[in-house]
T-cell receptor
């Protein structure tokens, strides 16, 4: 079966660094997505990792270890606007677009 | 470039009724996926269409169905509505299945009374 685990909630201070972990067990794994979703809004794309390693994109970085079924999203220099839910999703299925989402990590950034 | 649009944005129905939701993908996108989002279960994959063909289906009962038209617009239908079908229904479009970014629409908030 498909299983994605991530913490339910996290709190961090403005200007700090926070790491959101995600572990997955899926068949036919192709890659790992991270999405950001503000309350009442649609998810927006942050990153997609296919190969092992760290990919940096401005204040956000994402890491993948395929052998460990593990990924994390690293947010640096936190801003209040980063308060949102962060969803990790495993991309699986050859020749099709099927994403299995975790339940999301609600991040609260406090002053 | 216009984003993904979904209509209606809000819908209230009663148990036993059926509902049709519509999604217009970004121009040029041929893959459309549908998701159900609830507080308890998070985002769950319903199905994905590509060039009018259903390529993949999630673990939902047969009451949930969909289709895609030649212009890539997609509809999903839920028959015999149940209280548990109350959710945000999101559609997302992409250019293909290679792992490119999926762009989500604003969703349709369905409430079943």
């Amino acid at each position: 079966g498909q299983n994605i685990d991530q913490p339910t909630e996290m709190t961090a201070t403005e200007g700090a660094i926070v790491q959101i972990n995600c572990t997955y067990q899926t068949s036919g794994f192709n890659g790992l997505f991270w999405y950001q979703q503000h309350a009442g809004e649609a998810p927006t794309f942050l990153s997609y990792n296919v190969l092992d390693g760290l990919e940096e994109k401005g204040r956000f970085s994402s890491f993948l270890s395929r052998s460990k079924g593990y990924s994390y999203l690293l947010l640096k220099e936190l801003q209040m606007k980063d308060s949102a839910s962060y969803l990790c999703a495993a991309h699986s299925g050859a020749g099709s677009y099927q994403l299995t989402f975790g339940k999301g990590t609600k991040l609260s950034v406090i002053p | 470039k216009a984003g993904v649009t979904q209509t209606p944005r809000y819908l209230i129905k009663t148990r036993g009724q059926q509902v049709t939701l519509s999604c217009s993908p970004i121009s040029g996108h041929r893959s459309v996926s549908w998701y159900q989002q609830t507080p308890g279960q998070g985002l769950q994959f319903l199905f994905e269409y590509f060039s009018e063909t259903q390529r993949n289906k999630g673990n939902f009962p047969g009451r949930f169905s969909g289709r895609q038209f030649s212009n890539s617009r997609s509809e999903m239908n839920v028959s015999t509505l149940e209280l548990g079908d109350s959710a945000l229904y999101l559609c997302a479009s992409s250019t293909d299945f290679s792992g490119n970014e999926q762009f989500f629409g604003p969703g349709t908030r369905l409430t079943v009374l």
